[in-house]
C-alpha cells in the first residue's frame, strides 16, 4: 500500500518559517503530480500547493502566492513546502497528496478529486 508520510510541521511565530516534507513510499509516484492541502478548524480541506511530475508547473493558492513554495525531490520521492512570512490563518493540518497524473497544462487549477493518495496530516501552528 502507498503511503505519503508528512514531516516538519510545528510552532512557529507569526512571520518565521516552517518546511514541511512529504516521502512516498512508492518509487512509481515520481511519475506523479504532487501536491499539498491544508484544513482549518471547523473549515473544509482547502488546496495550497502543487507540482507536476518533473517539479514544473507549480500552482499555488492566492492565499499563499508568493510566501510558499513547493518543489520535488524525484530521486528521494519527496516533496517540499518551503513556507515563509507565516500568517496566524495559516494555522492548519496539512496534508501532503498523490495524484495518477502527471501533471496539468500550466495555469491549470488543482482540486482535491485530481488526487488519490494521501497521508496523516501534519499540524502547523503560527502565534502571534
Known amino acids: 500500500q502507498v503511503q505519503l508520510v508528512e514531516s516538519g510541521g510545528g510552532l512557529v511565530q507569526t512571520g518565521g518559517s516552517l518546511t514541511l516534507s512529504c516521502t512516498a513510499s512508492?518509487?512509481?509516484?515520481?511519475?506523479?503530480?504532487m501536491g499539498w492541502f491544508r484544513q482549518a478548524p471547523d473549515k473544509e480541506r482547502e488546496f495550497v500547493a502543487a507540482?507536476?511530475?518533473?517539479?514544473?508547473?507549480?500552482s499555488y493558492a492566492d492565499s499563499v502566492k508568493g510566501r510558499f513554495t513547493i518543489s520535488r525531490d524525484i530521486a528521494k520521492i519527496t516533496v517540499y513546502l518551503q513556507m515563509n512570512s507565516l500568517k496566524s490563518e495559516d494555522t492548519a493540518v496539512y496534508y501532503c497528496?498523490?495524484?495518477?497524473?502527471?501533471?496539468?497544462?500550466?495555469?491549470?487549477?488543482?482540486?482535491?478529486?485530481?488526487?488519490?493518495?494521501w497521508g496523516q496530516g501534519t499540524q502547523v501552528t503560527v502565534s502571534s
Open positions: 507540482v507536476s511530475w518533473s517539479g514544473g508547473n507549480p
Open positions: 497528496a498523490a495524484s495518477r497524473t502527471p501533471q496539468k497544462k500550466y495555469g491549470s487549477s488543482w482540486y482535491e478529486s485530481d488526487f488519490t493518495f
Open positions: 512508492d518509487r512509481s509516484f515520481s511519475g506523479h503530480a
